[in-house]
């Protein structure tokens, strides 16, 4: 049986509702989704169903010895500008993003390295795996990396990316997202997540957005038209806060 756009509708609105309904009723707010959220199909036959087991009889250390090391000669001047790393410029709309990567307690997290990735203007990722008849775009690539400032501020210059098909059910579309990720200390500690652009109405369709049952959570993962932040003659500026932990947390792919 080929699943529709109505189906997948179906079965968000009872997740939504019961959920709504549990709230309602005192059970607690969940920031984050379940593993296992039925109307986003590839999570349910991929989501871990046995207890994680402990790396190298259970001392992190040893994995992490291993893992990458970052600091601030990795990052070249141009890693946050996605708009010049190729010899001509891309096509789309030129957009700024930036915000603070903040702890629970709302302070700056300075120094971290943040990596983002994202398809091009018209909805493709330069990927070989992705097979979306779009056009791609020679002077895109679609990654950046930042480190967070003294302020935990970090700044991407890039295009808005546009939406896309996925296959989750016939006719499903991705609203327009950027992917992003924070390092922390060491690569187990990588964190990542999605942005979104505001009032896309795409919303409502979206498996993988919706499966953050809880409202003000997803809210958090739509950033915020800052008019300062838009460049005269070139750019649109959109501000985005990235919080760790605690009820401001951002929503987060693994879940917690």
């Known amino acids: 049986m080929t699943l529709t756009q109505s189906d997948i509708d179906v079965e968000i609105n009872d997740i939504q509702n019961a959920y709504d309904k549990a709230v309602a009723g005192g059970a607690p707010v969940q920031h984050h989704p379940p593993r296992d959220y039925t109307p986003y199909r590839s999570s349910v036959l991929r989501y871990p169903k046995q207890p994680l087991v402990a790396v190298n009889g259970g001392d992190p250390e040893t994995v992490e010895l291993s893992g990458p090391v970052f600091g601030p000669t990795d990052i070249t001047e141009i890693d946050n500008d996605l708009t010049v790393q190729h010899q ?52 895109f690539t679609g990654v950046g990396r930042a480190l967070t400032d003294d302020q935990g501020r970090y700044f991407f210059r890039t295009i808005k990316p546009g939406a896309y098909p996925w296959r989750n059910h016939t006719n499903a579309w991705r ?40 409202e003000s959570a997803r809210a958090r993962l739509v950033a915020q038209y800052q008019h300062d932040l838009s460049q005269p003659e070139f750019s649109l500026g959109y501000e985005w806060d990235i919080v760790l932990d605690g009820p401001s947390a951002t929503w987060i792919e693994e879940g917690r």
Do not use: C, K
């Open 175 to 214: 609203p327009a997202h950027i992917h992003f990720s924070v390092f922390g200390t060491a690569f187990t500690q990588r964190l990542v997540t999605q942005m979104y652009f505001p009032n896309d109405p795409l919303f409502a369709y979206d498996p993988i957005l919706r499966s953050v049952t809880d």
């Open 88 to 139: 001509g410029e891309p096509l789309g709309e030129r957009i700024t993003v930036s915000g603070r990567l903040l702890d629970r307690e709302g302070r700056p997290v300075r120094g971290q390295l943040i990596e983002l990735w994202q398809a091009n203007a018209s909805g493709r990722y330069a990927h070989l795996r992705d097979q979306h008849p779009a056009p791609l775009d020679p002077n």
